[in-house]
């Protein structure tokens, strides 16, 4: 039976006593469907233009010009065609490989963009700088899925990252307000993440209560403490309490005007850097070291890790605390970066967003890292896309990021499987 998280049509292969779920073959069949009426048969007859790279640039390149009803007659044969092999494969008892699904992805982005940027007044969009906001929107949610791997690697279920990224957020801006020193705002997020996990760690590892309970109560005590302390204090004496200087951006020289890639790695904020070493550094801890190895083990099997003369309890506890420091410094992004100020319930359910690409990217960092990076890149679209003008109402763009988070989460993953001891508090003995 699939593990994915919504029930999918599924038929016994009464030859192998398989099971063949149908559920990818037709949600692959739907969007090519609607790509063929909208893309295709609704193209606007006009070109679209991509450009590459800014003037400024050391290698300026040229424009991208598409034909947009081309484009969107490919694109929609190309996922016809796809949809076709999906269920071909299917019949068989043969799941769809992941090159399917990511060409399919692939094919139905370009379809979207050409057609949606094609419909707007004026159809040309600068490429390099939606991707460079993309990413840039997507540190918080990187950071908060990094938090989260920690957490359910070490088997805890961390349903808080919303309430450490918005407490982060908080005190960062408090902090840097009050000492003038946006370094210092960063520190403090940090303590502010830690403070969250530390009630997380004492409750569901101490105390053995519900982890998700835990995590939910969290999250709306942060925001009530947070909403409370913004209107009694924040709001009264907004000068000396939130007005935090903002991180500069540091560029390097030559590479950051390299076309598209320096803008994205090469020209961020102290935070946009520390999100490349954070994802790096959980990688090649969790994968190739000791400390990975302990931490996978009793994420999975922490019975037999204590057998072995593991700590289960005080290393789950150390990595919560150590998630907390991830996803305070990624709460710092809202008030040090985004925005000079502390805004009520600021986050706006990113850290719900982070969760999911914690499960989209199967609990890997690198996996969580793209599939924010996908979410990030869904979020900055709707705002490009209501600055262009678009046919598409503004109430549905908005919506989109969320509609990319459930056809991630529900209908992309496909078999996944948390770490066997997520959730389940360890007694020894």
């Not at 990021?401 to 496909?414: D, N, S």
């Amino acid at each position: 039976m699939s593990t994915s998280a919504t029930a999918a049509p599924v038929r016994a292969d009464t030859a192998s006593g398989s099971l063949r779920s149908w559920k990818n073959p037709i949600l692959l069949s739907v969007l090519a469907l609607l790509a063929l009426l909208v893309f295709a048969l609704g193209a606007p007859a006009n070109d679209v233009t991509f450009r590459l790279s800014d003037p400024g640039d050391a290698l300026v390149l040229p424009d991208l010009v598409l034909s947009a009803p081309l484009i969107g007659w490919f694109t929609a044969l190309g996922m016809l065609a796809l949809a076709a092999f999906a269920v071909v494969r299917t019949r068989r008892g043969e799941p769809a490989p992941r090159w399917l699904l990511a060409a399919f992805a692939v094919l139905f982005l370009i379809g979207f963009l050409t057609w949606v940027v094609g419909s707007a007044r004026t159809p040309n969009v600068a490429l390099y700088g939606l991707l460079a906001g993309s990413v840039t929107l997507a540190v918080p949610l990187i950071f908060g899925s990094l938090s989260g791997v920690l957490c359910e690697r070490s088997g805890v279920v961390n349903i808080a990252i919303e309430g450490q990224l918005l407490f982060g957020a908080f005190a960062a801006a408090v902090a840097a307000s009050l000492s003038g020193s946006a370094i210092i705002g960063l520190i403090a997020a940090a303590v502010a993440g830690v403070l969250v996990s530390l009630v997380l760690a004492v409750f569901s590892i101490r105390y053995l209560v519900n982890q998700v309970i835990v995590g939910v109560v969290l999250n709306v005590l942060v925001s009530g403490l947070t909403g409370f302390l913004f209107s009694a204090v924040l709001s009264e004496d907004s000068e000396t309490w939130n007005s935090p200087p903002q991180l500069p951006v540091l560029s390097i020289p030559g590479l950051s005007e390299i076309p598209i890639l320096g803008a994205i790695l090469f020209e961020q904020t102290i935070v946009g850097y520390l999100m490349y070493v954070a994802v790096a550094v959980v990688y090649v801890a969790l994968f190739r070291s000791r400390w990975g190895l302990r931490t996978r083990a009793v994420g999975e099997h922490p019975k037999a890790a204590d057998t072995l003369g593991v700590n289960v309890n005080r290393l789950r506890f150390t990595n919560v605390l150590l998630a907390g420091v991830v996803a305070g410094v990624g709460g710092s992004f809202f008030t040090l970066v985004l925005v000079s100020g502390f805004g009520r319930d600021m986050t706006a359910g990113q850290g719900y967003i982070a969760l999911a690409a914690l499960i989209f990217g199967r609990w890997n960092p690198i996996g969580a890292f793209f599939a924010a990076l996908l979410f990030g890149f869904a979020t900055n679209l709707t705002n490009v896309l209501s600055l262009l003008g678009t046919p598409v109402p503004d109430q549905f763009l908005r919506m989109l990021p969320y509609v990319v988070t459930i056809f991630a989460v529900a209908g992309l993953v496909g078999r996944s499987r948390a770490p066997g001891a997520s959730g389940i508090p360890y007694i020894k003995g």
